[in-house]
């Protein structure tokens, strides 16, 4: 199964630019399965701390042009309608939140594509910011997941790290986002499964992951960015940033790239064969 799995979107046009180039990046990358992090698309509120996220129309947008899964992050919540947005078999909320039960939404989707099974688990670590979750650990122990799963962890490069490590083997790849810096390199850790600490942002280059520093560098030296009036995005052309991911047997990880354009005759850049770091490991006795 070949997977792409996009860097977290920021701003309206990385989503419309994301849903025009979606056929031929399938075409291109012969594409199974189009997953993308939808947690900066919309502008809710006047700070970007928590005015994000993504508006129901947006929502319906992805799903329209052939988005096959939406994840989110912590600012699905942000503007007042997150219970209307993650209320779709196709969208994925963190599935440790401490009152998980009495949110709508899911955190786990378990899919069937071209025979082959694969789980996708959201899970948010408390390194991320607002997030008011249970041990992703534990959560994860909690979800009985099948070796086929991919799990999306919202927490710094060092969270993703240790979570990462702690399920080595157990599951086919943790892919991080929270930082919208994307980490250099692409792992396969020792047990097997594919690893990026954070897959990165797709949206404006510059500023703070795409958006205008402004309000970011108010919060940082005052502590307060409210008279600055709302926040913008910074401007220029798309840059992209995704995950291209293909699994064999029982989530044996194939093949590992970065995608880096939305133009489909720029080829993915494989992992280097440094960072495959897989031990052979001993067979039944
Ligand atoms: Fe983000």
Redesign the pocket.
């Known amino acids: 199964m070949r997977l792409l799995v996009t860097g977290?979107l920021?701003g309206e046009q990385a989503m419309l630019d994301l849903v025009g180039a979606l056929g031929d990046l399938r075409r291109a990358h012969r594409l199974d399965l189009v997953v993308t992090i939808a947690?900066?698309v919309a502008i809710t509120g006047p700070s970007p701390s928590d005015g994000?996220g993504m508006t129901l129309r947006q929502r319906d947008v992805l799903l329209a042009a052939g988005i096959d899964l939406i994840l989110t992050?912590t600012?699905v919540w942000d503007g007042g309608h997150g219970r209307v947005v993650v209320d779709h078999p196709q969208v994925v909320r963190s599935a440790n939140l401490v009152d998980d039960a009495l949110r709508p939404g899911r955190g786990r989707v378990d899919l069937t594509v071209d025979g082959d099974p694969l789980t996708v688990l959201q899970l948010a670590d408390r390194s991320a910011r607002g997030s008011v979750v249970r041990s992703p650990f534990e959560a994860w122990q909690g979800q009985l997941t099948r070796p086929a799963t991919l799990v999306h962890l919202i927490g710094t490069p060092y969270a993703a790290l240790r979570f990462a490590h702690a399920v080595d083997g157990r599951c086919a790849a943790v892919i991080g986002?929270?930082t919208?810096v994307a980490s250099r390199e692409l792992q396969v850790l020792p047990r097997g499964t594919a690893f990026v600490a954070d897959i990165g942002?797709v949206g404006p280059a510059g500023g703070i992951?795409g958006f205008e520093p402004t309000h970011f560098v108010a919060e940082y030296l005052d502590g307060d960015a409210s008279a600055l009036g709302p926040y913008r995005l910074r401007p220029g052309p798309t840059q992209f940033s995704g995950v291209l991911l293909e699994t064999g047997a029982a989530g044996a990880v194939v093949e590992l790239a970065w995608v880096l354009s939305l133009d489909p005759a720029v080829p993915a850049v494989p992992m280097s064969p440094a960072w495959d770091l897989r031990t052979p490991q001993p067979g039944p006795a």
């Open positions: 977290e920021v947690d900066n994000s992050g600012h986002s929270l919208h942002y992951g």
